[in-house]
């Protein structure tokens, strides 16, 4: 069974553009994840879609936005990027965002804001 | 909601010592405690995890025990080995909620 996918891996992009990153769950999977990783800073939690709704979210400006699409398929957008939100952002996905689900992460994409 | 607090931060241990990572959790409802490992540049890889109504989990060298009273669980590494350097993260999830991760411990095996 094939892996978490996120595209792109890496960006680089200046300050005040907008991006949209794209995660891919492992087949069956329901629910998707995504989180902020900084050096130092562990796993911020950015929000978490089941079944294409929104179900959870973290404490991030609404400058982050997210959707799901019906085949599970997921995608975050940042816009008017700042310097601060250079990162790893990493989605997870789950068989569904409940009891005893394991959570499998992607590799990530990379982002570098200049 | 949810407070995972993770110690220790840093942790430095002899190849073929133990290694102890402890993790607490406020909430009872938590059920489903996991554990990851992530080597430097890669995803986080899920090693062991435990449910409620388990008090331990052993996996070869890895085991993983909880206390549902005191709201604690650990992670233990026996007889490490350099392979095993990395930073480790618990986590504690409650059904229909979100994972709730911990802040990391950055584990280093001196051969």
């Known amino acids: 069974k094939a892996g978490v996918t996120q595209t792109p891996r890496y960006l680089i992009k200046t300050r005040g553009q907008q991006v949209t990153l794209s995660c891919s769950p492992i087949?069956?999977?329901?629910?998707v994840s995504w989180y902020q990783q900084t050096p130092g800073q562990g796993l911020q939690f950015l929000f978490e879609?089941?079944?294409?709704?929104?179900?959870n979210k973290g404490n991030f400006p609404g400058r982050f936005s997210g959707r799901q699409f019906s085949n599970s398929r997921s995608e975050m957008n940042v816009s008017t990027l700042e310097l601060g939100d250079s990162a790893l952002y990493l989605c997870?996905?789950?068989?569904?965002?409940?009891?005893?689900?394991?959570?499998?992460f992607g590799p990530g994409t990379r982002l570098t804001v200049t | 909601g949810e407070n995972v607090e993770q110690h220790p931060s840093t942790l430095s241990v002899q190849e073929g010592d133990s290694a102890v990572i402890k993790c607490t959790y406020s909430?009872?409802?938590?059920?489903?405690f996991p554990w990851y490992k992530q080597e430097l540049g890669k995803r986080p890889q899920l090693i062991i995890d435990?449910?409620?109504?388990?008090g331990e989990k052993k996996d070869q060298r890895i085991a993983v025990t909880l206390n549902k009273t005191a709201k604690h669980f650990s992670l233990h590494i026996t007889e490490t080995q350099p392979e095993d350097s990395a930073v480790y993260f618990c986590?504690?999830?409650?059904?229909?909620?979100?994972?709730?991760f911990g802040t990391g411990t950055s584990l280093t095996v001196i051969p």
């Open positions: 087949s069956g999977h329901r629910s």
């Open positions: 909430d009872s409802a938590s059920n489903y």
């Open positions: 879609y089941f079944s294409e709704t929104q179900r």
């Open positions: 435990i449910r409620s109504n388990v």
């Open positions: 986590a504690a999830s409650i059904p229909g909620n979100q994972f709730y």
């Open positions: 997870a996905s789950s068989l569904a965002a409940g009891l005893y689900s394991e959570q499998y």
